[in-house]
Structures are given as structure tokens and as C-alpha cells.
């Protein structure tokens, strides 16, 4: 996918040039391997900076929103929904945002690697389907198939579904087999093991938000989790307003994920955030029939009615 | 009557499942009293919040009514 | 809503929507007996309780 890179710069330089737009948002190298920082491009030399490879693991949608500048944005599948996401709901206008797609062919998990070579990375470097890790143990030529990150394995549009100008061919539509396979695993216990389930994924959380703030779709001025009269969720380490604050997170979430999985990455204590929400993508899908950001025109379910919305747990 | 204290924090529209409540009270209809009764300006005005605080601060279960 | 709670172990039961116009008191008094009786076999919830410390 690094061979995107060039292609992006090309295009964000033009871009800023001829003043069509203010800035630029893509990715920059970061200080370590296998880091990538979000990069808001200004000038044409600041252009040059822009990169694009496998570890491009955040979402650019994130940085778009409430600015009356016209802005670029390199945009894979999943933030393209995002941008789409951020249009209906009135956050940004379709004219404001110029879409560089990036036809995407999934992201490297991060974490894996890192357990599998240790935290000490000094080098990482792809060309086409492999990748090539270094650490101070070892060294090692990989498939990048493999090690995928779980929400790019279950990914349904690698491709933006909107955009002005691609960086690349359109990659092929995979096909899913069942992507809510890690929800239909928690459905299938009972009670006292689901919860169990839930009070240990959330156990380790330190309440740092970074889920909250890596996410494109939580962008209320004051988050409930701020909000001191009535305050809905306490600000300590207490287990149950760690579980209120993943599940009132989850559930703003309802309809409008598009599963991303930039909250996990941005986890830094490894939680599977997606857990929550994965469920309610699947109740959206079954419920709706719908998916987060794919249509321009429509409102996400839960902001809606219509008569024919299903009714049958009122009694 | 009960064999078991429990606890049903109920948030009620005040137009509706709250006017069915006073109805009842007034035609003298015999219902359990284990439902605490939070009025609600419309249903509308219901949160997730509401659900969570509620069994946060021990409800025994929680029922929304319009 | 209802799913969500489900999801994270809390007992469905535990849940309940109804629709009751202010003119159906008969209804309350049925919903309110059928919610008490599934709720009490339920028993008291000891799940997502906070505890003050």
C-alpha cells in the first residue's frame, strides 16, 4: 500500500497549490516503526510529508469536523463512512471536503506484532502482500494477510464509497463470511458468564477516554462522562461506572459505527472496545438492515422513526 | 404478600402510564407495590442513562412506560 | 436498549417497555402484576450494583 504514498503527495500538493484547499489531512511518519501520526498538511512542502502504508491505523474523519476551512482528507473505506457519517449529521458540508480515496487493503495489527517480536521494533517495511518486521530478537518476512487487524478481516468496504480523486486502483470487495462471528460467541452464554465476560474485558481500563477521543462519531462539546449536575457516571476507578461508561459509549455509538477499530488501537491498555459496539452494528444490521455511512441522504436508524421500525419488545 | 423484597424503578409519561397509575389509584385497583414510580415529563425525555443509574444505584429492574 | 443490557449479562427480564394510554387502568394493573411476578422469579439483582467504598 505504500505505493499510495506518492500518489497522495502528488495529489495534496496540486491541491494546496492551486488553493483548492486549506489544508490537507493524511498521515506522517512517526518517531518509531510502525507509527504513523495523523498530519494536517498547510503548505506544499509540508505535502512531501505525507505518507500512506499499513499502519495508517486512525481515522482521518476524526479531524474534520466544525471548521469552516475546505479541507482534504485521505480517506480509506472506513473513513470515508466516517466522512459520510459526519455529513448527515450535518458536521462538515460535502462541498467543505475534498475525498482522496484510498482503496484499502487492511491495516497490521499493531499488537500482535509487537507480542510476537517484543516491544523493541526497529524496523518495518512492506512491499505488496508482505511485510517485513525487525526487532532486536528477530527478524522476520511476513504474509500481511495474517496479521491483520480483527476489524479489516471483517471489513465490508475496503474501498471509500465516496470520494473526488483516488490514490489507486479500486481493490476487490471481499466477501465476508460472518463477520458478527466474535458476537454471536458472547450471545451464545448465559447471564452470570456474559457478564463475568464484560466486568473482565473492562477491568483494566484506566478511564484515559483515548477510545472516546480517537473515535470520528464522539464529538459532543460536553460528554456525558463530563457532565457534573446530574453527574450520570463517576469519575473513578469504581468496576461499575467503568462498565456505565463503556455501555452509554457503546450505545451513542448505535447505527453510526462504521467499526473502524481506531478506539482499540488508540487503547492503551489493549481492550477490545469493540466488543460493544460490534454488537450493536449487528443489531443495526438486523434490526435496520442498516450500516453506518453508506448512504448520504438517510439518517442513521436510532434518529429516526418510521412506522415501520420494530415494536414487538413493547408490551 | 411479597416473598422477596424487590425493587422496579418505573419511569412513567406523565400522560399516559402516569394517568393510568392515578386511574387506578382512584378506581381502588389492587396492584403489587414492589414499583417505585419516577414521573417523566413524556417519554420522550427517557435516556439510557436513566436505565443505568437506576441499576447502578441497585434497582432490581427497570421498566419504561409511555 | 434492551439488547445491549442482555449483552452484558444483565437478565432481559430485567427490562421492560409498555405502551399504556392514561385511560387503560385495567392494563397498568396487568402490566404491573406480569412485571412483579417475572421480576420477583427472578430475584434480586446483584449485577452492576455500585459499590461505595
Not at chain 1, 464509497?161 to 490514490?167: P, W
Not at chain 2, 424503578?9 to 399516559?16: E, Q, R
Amino acid at each position: 500500500m505504500d505505493t499510495y504514498t506518492e500518489k497522495i503527495r502528488s495529489i495534496a500538493g496540486s491541491l494546496l497549490k492551486e488553493g483548492k484547499v486549506d489544508r490537507v489531512i493524511g498521515y506522517k511518519k512517526g518517531s518509531i516503526p510502525m507509527a504513523t501520526n495523523p498530519f494536517a498538511a498547510r503548505t506544499v512542502e509540508q505535502a512531501r510529508e505525507l505518507v500512506f502504508n499499513s499502519t495508517c491505523v486512525m481515522n482521518l474523519a476524526n479531524y474534520i469536523t466544525d471548521s469552516s476551512e475546505t479541507i482534504a482528507v485521505a480517506a480509506k473505506g472506513c473513513d470515508s463512512r466516517n466522512i459520510v457519517t459526519h455529513i448527515v449529521e450535518n458536521k462538515i458540508k460535502r462541498d467543505q471536503v475534498y475525498i482522496i480515496g484510498v482503496p484499502c487493503s487492511g491495516m497490521v495489527d499493531k499488537r500482535r506484532i509487537i507480542e510476537e517480536f517484543g516491544s523493541d521494533l526497529t524496523e518495518f517495511s512492506e512491499n505488496g502482500d508482505e511485510i517485513s518486521v525487525k526487532s532486536l530478537d528477530k527478524e522476520e518476512v511476513l504474509k500481511k494477510q495474517d496479521y491483520l487487524r480483527d476489524c479489516c478481516t471483517t471489513c465490508i468496504k475496503p474501498n471509500p464509497v465516496v470520494y473526488d480523486e483516488l490514490a489507486g486502483e479500486l481493490v476487490p470487495e471481499p466477501e465476508v463470511k460472518n463477520r458478527f462471528a466474535s458476537v454471536e460467541k458472547i450471545e451464545a452464554m448465559d447471564p452470570d458468564e456474559k457478564y463475568q465476560y464484560f466486568t473482565d474485558l473492562t477491568a483494566d481500563c484506566i478511564r484515559c477516554y483515548a477510545c472516546r477521543n480517537a473515535c470520528p462519531i464522539c464529538y459532543c462539546p460536553t460528554c456525558f462522562v463530563d457532565e457534573s449536575g446530574p453527574q450520570w457516571v463517576g469519575k473513578g476507578q469504581n468496576e461499575t461506572d467503568i462498565q456505565t461508561f463503556h455501555f452509554l459509549r457503546a450505545f451513542h455509538c448505535a447505527g453510526r459505527c462504521t467499526d473502524c477499530g481506531a478506539c482499540e488501537e488508540a487503547c492503551p491498555m489493549g481492550i477490545k472496545v469493540r466488543e460493544f459496539t460490534k454488537k450493536l452494528n449487528k443489531d443495526t444490521s438486523e434490526l435496520f438492515g442498516w450500516d453506518a455511512g453508506l448512504d448520504q441522504t438517510k439518517r442513521p436508524p436510532l434518529d429516526t422513526y418510521s412506522p415501520e421500525d420494530p415494536d414487538d419488545f413493547i408490551k | 404478600m411479597p416473598d422477596k423484597d424487590i425493587k422496579i424503578v418505573s419511569f412513567l409519561c406523565n400522560w399516559c402510564s402516569y394517568g393510568a397509575a392515578d386511574l387506578a389509584g382512584v378506581s381502588r385497583l389492587e396492584y403489587p407495590a414492589d414499583i417505585r414510580v419516577i414521573r417523566i415529563p413524556c417519554s420522550g425525555r427517557m435516556s439510557p442513562k436513566f436505565v443505568l443509574s437506576a441499576f447502578r444505584e441497585g434497582a432490581d429492574a427497570v421498566w419504561v412506560s409511555g | 436498549m434492551g439488547n445491549l443490557i442482555e449483552h452484558i449479562g444483565i437478565e432481559r427480564e430485567r427490562i421492560h417497555f409498555s405502551w399504556i394510554s392514561s385511560a387503560e387502568a385495567t392494563k397498568f394493573v396487568d402490566v404491573v402484576k406480569d412485571i412483579t411476578e417475572k421480576v420477583r422469579a427472578l430475584g434480586p439483582n446483584e449485577k452492576f450494583k455500585k459499590i461505595y467504598n
